[in-house]
């Protein structure tokens, strides 16, 4: 067991801990930090996913970091392309060289009477270690890593053929000239299932309902104007702010005039598919636009492998599984060589760490979320989670920078604790009977099974998110951190 202290650790070695990790390099050149890293390797997501075309379900140039352009022309990228950005830029600012790899953090304790983290785990797999830091960025995404989540279908252990998780997806998996059942109707069936139709012999999409989906080309022509004849930081800019308010403007008229928006989506739909699908049936969500995520799918890909009859769409339940494939609730039988359960994630806060503050341990579902980052009554933590109505990384950057301010300020002042506060902050009494929401306010199966685990946010600001990047880049970036709710000691 180590005495090691640092004044801030970073956990997680993804896109948002590479980014935190960036973020503290620039800005707070005083903080010795490090980033622990469960896995063997940097890239979180983008490097555990390996499945056919796994690739962005937003553009690159939201998805970038801000302070390092994205340059590789696709606006719609690879996951290898995507997980090769993330190692440049952990490379070019130098902070490859703080990670720790295959660090398992299993606790976080807070002791108010040293005002410091001890963090503790086990490093590869067996040894134990104990770090202790000021301040803590949890850095893990919101899903469990080492499993997705599969329903119980009845006869699952009867199937004879293979069975490939987007999880885990084998690294030999031969499809050339095989039928495929792919179950689901997220991004990650939508992507699946035309990369996988051009080796396939048959392709069956076999959704339980349908989702919206929209198609965009993967090369914008402006974007491309823009990289073509401006300098690269302008050009960046310009594509940036250009896509999030197209993003807001979407999700705005989604809220308001869900049925305009319905209409379009179907004509898009009607266009590319003609009398080839049957619209009705397979693009008619029973939800409103947004009310779930919508699915994006570049070059209109999923709709050509459709036409061309290399894909399938089947709108049915599932009553078994059999030897060979799938019996269907109609009655109707599916074979298949290979059947991809594409069935959705296992949500888990914080990564199933054990968080405790002076001996209570803490229940994810009992935290109210401040400003979408840190949670009432938990001193120098910081949890990154981005925006699930827009790219992940514009609220991850804004929350790093909201750090660096934080323990920028700190040092100056002479501060060892920051905890935003409903009980001590000199405006709690404005909160006294303030409500409680889920702190997603999305009604997908994956947000929907894990409700009775993920924190709350309130119905006033700054406890309630706002879900927009404009209005969270002038408070979080230029807000006062004194705000009368941050309580510093």
Same mark, same amino acid.
């Given at each position: 067991?180590?005495?090691?202290?640092?004044?801030?650790?970073?956990?997680? $070695?993804?896109?948002?801990? @590479?980014?935190?990790?960036?973020?503290?390099?620039?800005?707070?050149?005083? !903080?010795?930090?490090?980033?622990?890293?469960?896995?063997?390797?940097?890239?979180?997501?983008?490097?555990l996913f390996r499945?056919?075309?796994?690739?962005?379900?937003?553009?690159?140039?939201?998805?970038?970091?801000?302070?390092?352009?994205?340059?590789?022309?696709?606006? &719609?990228?690879?996951?290898?392309?995507?997980?090769?950005?993330?190692?440049?830029?952990?490379?070019?600012?130098? /902070?490859?060289?703080? &990670?720790?790899?295959?660090?398992?953090?299993?606790?976080?304790?807070?002791?108010?009477?040293?005002?410091?983290?001890?963090?503790?785990?086990?490093?590869? =797999?067996?040894?134990?270690?104990?770090?202790?830091?000021?301040?803590?960025?949890?850095?893990?995404?919101?899903?469990?890593?080492?499993?997705?989540?599969?329903?119980?279908?009845?006869?699952?252990?009867?199937?004879?053929?293979? %069975?490939? !998780?987007?999880?885990?997806?084998?690294?030999d998996l031969d499809?050339?000239?095989?039928?495929?059942?792919?179950?689901?109707?997220? $991004?990650?069936?939508?992507? @699946? *299932?035309?990369?996988?139709?051009?080796?396939?012999?048959?392709?069956?999409? /076999?959704?339980?309902?349908?989702?919206?989906?929209?198609?965009?080309?993967? &090369? =914008?022509?402006?974007?491309?104007?823009?990289?073509?004849?401006?300098?690269?930081?302008?050009?960046?800019?310009?594509?940036?702010?250009?896509?999030?308010? @197209?993003?807001?403007?979407?999700?705005?008229?989604?809220?308001?005039?869900?049925?305009? *928006?319905?209409?379009?989506?179907?004509?898009?739909? +009607?266009?590319?598919?003609?009398?080839?699908? =049957? %619209?009705?049936?397979? #693009?008619?969500?029973?939800?409103?636009?947004?009310?779930?995520?919508?699915?994006?799918i570049p070059d209109?890909?999923?709709?050509?492998?459709?036409?061309?009859?290399?894909?399938?769409?089947?709108?049915?339940? %599932?009553?078994?599984?059999? +030897?060979?494939?799938?019996?269907?609730?109609?009655?109707?039988? &599916?074979?298949?060589?290979?059947?991809?359960?594409?069935?959705?994630?296992? /949500?888990?806060?914080?990564?199933?760490?054990?968080?405790?503050?002076?001996?209570?341990?803490?229940?994810?579902? +009992?935290?109210?979320?401040?400003?979408?980052?840190? #949670?009432?009554?938990?001193?120098?933590?910081?949890?990154?989670?981005?925006?699930?109505?827009?790219?992940?990384?514009?609220?991850?950057?804004?929350?790093?920078?909201?750090?660096?301010?934080?323990?920028? !300020?700190?040092?100056?002042?002479?501060?060892?604790?920051?905890?935003?506060?409903?009980?001590?902050?000199?405006?709690?009494?404005?909160?006294?009977?303030?409500?409680?929401?889920?702190?997603?306010?999305?009604?997908?199966?994956?947000?929907?099974?894990?409700?009775?685990?993920?924190?709350?946010?309130?119905?006033? #600001?700054?406890?309630?998110?706002? =879900?927009?990047?404009?209005?969270?880049?002038?408070?979080?970036?230029?807000?006062?951190?004194?705000?009368?709710?941050?309580?510093?000691?």
């Amino acid at each position: 067991m180590s005495n090691e202290y640092l004044d801030v650790l970073i956990i997680g $070695a993804g896109v948002s801990g @590479i980014g935190a990790a960036c973020h503290l390099s620039m800005k707070c050149p005083h !903080h010795r930090f490090a980033v622990l890293e469960g896995r063997a390797d940097l890239g979180g997501t983008w490097d555990l996913f390996r499945y056919p075309g796994v690739r962005s379900d937003s553009d690159m140039y939201t998805f970038g970091y801000n302070f390092r352009p994205w340059t590789d022309g696709k606006d &719609i990228a690879d996951g290898k392309d995507i997980l090769r950005y993330v190692r440049e830029t952990a490379a070019c600012y130098e /902070v490859d060289r703080k &990670i720790r790899f295959r660090h398992r953090i299993t606790r976080c304790q807070w002791d108010s009477s040293t005002q410091h983290w001890t963090v503790s785990g086990l490093k590869d =797999d067996d040894e134990a270690f104990s770090i202790e830091c000021n301040y803590l960025i949890c850095c893990t995404g919101y899903y469990d890593y080492e499993q997705g989540y599969v329903p119980k279908f009845a006869g699952y252990e009867n199937y004879r053929g293979t %069975i490939a !998780h987007p999880q885990h997806w084998p690294e030999d998996l031969d499809y050339q000239d095989k039928k495929v059942a792919v179950i689901g109707s997220g $991004a990650t069936a939508i992507t @699946i *299932v035309p990369s996988m139709a051009n080796k396939a012999a048959k392709v069956f999409m /076999v959704q339980r309902s349908p989702t919206y989906i929209f198609s965009r080309p993967a &090369i =914008d022509a402006l974007a491309a104007w823009f990289n073509r004849y401006l300098p690269l930081r302008l050009a960046y800019s310009l594509n940036r702010a250009k896509n999030v308010m @197209i993003s807001i403007l979407v999700y705005t008229l989604s809220q308001r005039y869900p049925n305009f *928006v319905r209409k379009l989506l179907r004509k898009q739909a +009607e266009k590319e598919l003609g009398d080839k699908v =049957d %619209i009705d049936t397979h #693009f008619n969500p029973r939800y409103k636009p947004w009310d779930q995520r919508m699915c994006l799918i570049p070059d209109s890909d999923l709709y050509q492998a459709l036409r061309e009859g290399k894909a399938e769409m089947v709108t049915d339940s %599932i009553e078994c599984f059999t +030897e060979s494939g799938l019996k269907l609730g109609s009655g109707r039988e &599916i074979e298949a060589d290979i059947i991809v359960p594409a069935t959705g994630l296992k /949500v888990q806060p914080l990564g199933g760490i054990e968080v405790e503050v002076d001996g209570k341990k803490l229940n994810p579902v +009992e935290l109210l979320n401040y400003r979408g980052m840190m #949670f009432d009554g938990v001193p120098n933590l910081t949890a990154i989670f981005g925006y699930t109505n827009a790219s992940w990384t514009l609220k991850a950057d804004l929350s790093s920078e909201y750090v660096c301010r934080l323990l920028n !300020h700190m040092r100056a002042k002479g501060y060892r604790q920051a905890m935003p506060s409903t009980q001590f902050g000199r405006r709690h009494w404005e909160f006294v009977d303030m409500g409680r929401e889920p702190i997603v306010g999305l009604s997908a199966g994956y947000i929907q099974r894990a409700k009775n685990i993920l924190p709350k946010q309130g119905s006033k #600001f700054p406890w309630r998110n706002n =879900d927009n990047y404009f209005l969270d880049r002038m408070s979080i970036k230029y807000g006062r951190l004194n705000d009368g709710v941050m309580v510093f000691r």
